[in-house]
């Protein structure tokens, strides 16, 4: 992946999704810091980056999937950003969404773009906190028969969750660690 993008990304995510404060994050715990990587992953600017380095990343660890995906709605604007890349690199990865439960009409599907049985994918995850968000999309595909080759992380919080996903036996990329985007800030982590 190419180090100026990469750093730009970073950069920008210490820009638009970095806060300093009193958090309560979504497992619970408290946090002098809260890091939403939505605010640059759906940015235009960060669409390009996390493209990029997303694909950057996907292809040079897991270069036999297929598709990029994970649960709404934090792995969306990533997994999209990897798909569009990937048609431009022409690679194609399709990407797909991991609904947190199955539509109540209609198909009354839980997952939507269509990764067939046997597809082989990785799951997106945009700030790995407990790794159990990522853990539930992993769930959820391989119950409908689809192979999980790894899991992207935008951002792990260093907090338990990568442990969590390899102990489950799915080896894990993450492009920034939470100790990355603070020193950038110029904050010891």
Same mark, same amino acid.
């Not at 970095?18 to 958090?23: E, M, P, T, W």
């Not at 990029?52 to 297929?66: K, T, Y």
């Not at 709404?72 to 439960?101: C, M, N, Q, W």
């Not at 689809?146 to 907090?159: P, S």
């Given at each position: 992946?190419?180090? *100026?993008?990469?750093?730009?990304?970073?950069?920008?995510?210490v820009?638009?999704?970095?806060?300093?404060? *009193?958090?309560?994050?979504?497992?619970g715990?408290?946090?002098?810091?809260?890091?939403?990587?939505?605010?640059?992953?759906?940015?235009?600017?960060?669409?390009?980056?996390?493209g990029?380095?997303?694909?950057?990343? /996907?292809?040079?660890?897991?270069?036999?999937?297929?598709?990029?995906?994970?649960?709404?709605?934090?792995? *969306?604007? /990533?997994?999209?950003a990897?798909?569009?890349?990937?048609?431009?690199?022409?690679?194609?990865?399709?990407?797909?969404?991991?609904? #947190? #439960?199955? #539509?109540e009409?209609?198909?009354?599907?839980?997952?939507?773009?269509?990764?067939?049985?046997?597809?082989? /994918?990785?799951?997106?995850? *945009?700030?790995?906190?407990?790794?159990?968000?990522?853990?539930e999309?992993?769930?959820?595909?391989?119950?409908?028969?689809?192979?999980?080759?790894?899991?992207?992380?935008?951002?792990?919080?260093?907090?338990?969750?990568?442990?969590?996903?390899?102990?489950?036996?799915?080896?894990? /990329?993450?492009?920034f660690?939470?100790?990355?985007?603070l020193e950038?800030?110029?904050?010891?982590?």
């Amino acid at each position: 992946m190419g180090m *100026d993008h990469r750093l730009r990304l970073r950069s920008l995510l210490v820009e638009r999704s970095l806060a300093f404060g *009193d958090f309560t994050l979504s497992s619970g715990a408290r946090s002098s810091y809260y890091i939403d990587a939505r605010l640059t992953t759906m940015s235009a600017a960060g669409q390009l980056l996390i493209g990029l380095v997303g694909f950057a990343a /996907v292809r040079e660890r897991w270069p036999e999937a297929g598709w990029v995906g994970g649960l709404t709605l934090g792995a *969306d604007p /990533v997994a999209y950003a990897i798909a569009h890349r990937s048609s431009l690199e022409g690679v194609p990865l399709d990407a797909f969404t991991v609904r #947190k #439960k199955p #539509k109540e009409h209609g198909s009354g599907q839980r997952i939507e773009g269509g990764p067939p049985t046997g597809a082989r /994918v990785v799951v997106i995850e *945009d700030t790995l906190t407990t790794g159990a968000s990522a853990l539930e999309a992993v769930a959820a595909v391989q119950q409908e028969g689809i192979a999980v080759v790894g899991v992207l992380t935008v951002v792990d919080r260093q907090v338990g969750g990568l442990e969590r996903i390899r102990e489950a036996g799915h080896p894990l /990329v993450s492009i920034f660690t939470a100790a990355e985007l603070l020193e950038a800030a110029g904050h010891a982590p």
